[in-house]
């Protein structure tokens, strides 16, 4: 008797509001949106210990012979860097809109030992869109990826533009083209836009900033998840006199930062991920709020 | 406490396990008088030294963390070394002047950077 009573009590308690919660479909599902930060902070947290725990036990191979290397680095080039972009090289538009937004490489490669990189390419994540290669590639091809990866904290974009040349590897994809399909398409647009929207609306340029990966390399305020230190932090970035230590920060310089880093500073590793002008205009006003 | 700690790290993946050896003590501490020396802390806000609250460049909190070197160069001790004694060698658009540090120094400055997770 006291048993059904306290199945009774759970199922009033837990489970008709989980189901009510659910059937309203109040959880927004959108890309555009972030995970609350409790649901995030779940997901993130179970996904580390899931691959830490199923990776331990995975004996690594020898990978540090330059032919793995540079056979990793064409198998990258061919599957990997649409989605996770590479040193100074942006990601293809529509791994831009996704969320989770592919980490970036040189951070994780920097943070994570080679049995849970190989976990990982191998099996791939649930509804994260990072697909198992387990059944497209060879065992000896996923650890030639894991070699390339750990390569990767240590290169500079020159040096990864060099070793693409090198490799030949340019040959197979466009990825490392700067693209820019994002762009407003023509730059008489462009200038009518500057005009049109000088301010910029910053609650539009927080939504903005997650459909260009920007989270994936720089640690930003009010942002659940962009905790990742591939770039500067952006706390303060309002008040620091310089942008990329560069150009002075003003509003004009931090929008062209925006839109073409390369063209201010050669050497950076931030790519061109085909801000349009507009999104441009609602980023940088969102990061003058950044005090 | 403990595992309230623990459950912080999880929960921003610092259980993974970042790479290097910590550097030897004595340099850290050299590195805190250097940096003190030099000034960094006009430009730069820097965790443990008193007065280094700048914000020309970037914060320099989690720096040993962090991927690239004044966006440009990967951040590695040596790179870290070779950039703090001569920046613009490095990136001669950058901001950052020449320290004068020399090379002990700059060594002693990188060691204490790597402290900062």
């Given amino acids: 008797m006291k048993r059904w009573l306290a199945v009774f009590v759970v199922l009033v308690l837990v489970a008709i509001p989980v189901a009510s919660f659910v059937r309203s479909g109040y959880y927004?599902?959108?890309?555009?949106?972030?995970h609350t930060a409790p649901v995030y902070w779940l997901l993130e947290a179970g996904m580390n210990k899931s691959v830490k725990a199923r990776a331990a036990g995975i004996v690594v191979p020898p990978l540090d012979d330059a032919a793995t290397t540079t056979?990793?680095?064409?198998?990258?080039?061919?599957?990997?860097?649409?989605?996770?972009?590479?040193?100074g090289v942006a990601p293809a538009p529509f791994a831009l809109g996704m969320m989770p937004v592919p980490a970036n490489l040189a951070l994780t490669a920097r943070e994570w030992p080679a049995t849970e990189l190989y976990w990982v390419v191998r099996y791939g994540i649930k509804m994260s869109g990072m697909p198992a290669w387990e059944f497209r590639l060879a065992d000896a091809e996923l650890w030639a990826i894991v070699a390339f990866l750990q390569t990767l904290p240590a290169l500079a974009p020159a040096?990864?533009?060099?070793?693409?040349?090198?490799?030949?590897?340019?040959?197979?994809t466009v990825a490392t083209q700067p693209h820019v399909a994002g762009h407003d398409g023509d730059?008489?647009?462009r200038g009518k836009h500057v005009a049109v929207r000088g301010g910029g609306n910053a609650k539009r340029g927080k939504t903005a900033l997650q459909q260009y990966a920007c989270v994936s390399c720089h640690e930003i305020p009010h942002i659940v998840g962009a905790d990742k230190a591939v770039?500067?932090?952006?706390?303060?970035?309002?008040?620091?006199?310089?942008?990329?230590?560069?150009?002075?920060?003003?509003?004009?310089?931090?929008?062209?930062?925006?839109?073409s880093p390369q063209a201010i500073a050669a050497r950076t590793a931030m790519p061109d991920l085909g801000v349009s002008t507009r999104d441009a205009h609602d980023i940088a006003a969102f990061l003058a709020t950044l005090r | 406490m403990i595992a309230l700690a623990g459950w912080c790290a999880a929960l921003h993946g610092c259980e993974h396990s970042a790479r290097g050896e910590a550097p030897p003590r004595d340099s850290v501490l050299e590195g805190r008088l250097a940096i003190q020396h030099h000034g960094c802390g006009a430009c730069h806000r820097i965790p443990g030294i008193p007065g280094a609250i700048g914000n020309t460049g970037p914060p320099l909190e989690g720096i040993a963390r962090r991927v690239y070197l004044a966006g440009v160069i990967a951040n590695t001790p040596q790179?870290?070394?070779?950039?703090?004694?001569?920046?613009?060698?490095?990136?001669?658009?950058?901001?950052?002047?020449?320290?004068?540090?020399?090379?002990?120094?700059?060594?002693?400055?990188?060691?204490?950077?790597?402290?900062l997770r």
Wanted: overall charge neutral; proline content about 7%.
């Fill in chain 1, 71 to 87: 056979r990793g680095l064409l198998l990258y080039e061919q599957h990997c860097v649409q989605c996770h972009g590479a040193p």
């Fill in chain 1, 231 to 259: 770039g500067p932090p952006l706390a303060g970035i309002a008040s620091r006199p310089f942008i990329a230590g560069v150009v002075p920060n003003t509003r004009a310089n931090m929008v062209r930062w925006l839109q």
């Fill in chain 1, 28 to 34: 927004n599902v959108a890309a555009t949106e972030q």
């Fill in chain 1, 187 to 189: 730059n008489a647009e």
């Fill in chain 2, 79 to 115: 790179n870290m070394i070779a950039w703090i004694r001569a920046p613009q060698l490095i990136d001669p658009q950058t901001a950052m002047p020449s320290t004068g540090a020399s090379e002990a120094e700059a060594r002693a400055i990188a060691a204490y950077l790597e402290t």
């Fill in chain 1, 159 to 172: 040096d990864y533009r060099a070793m693409v040349r090198d490799a030949g590897a340019s040959k197979l």
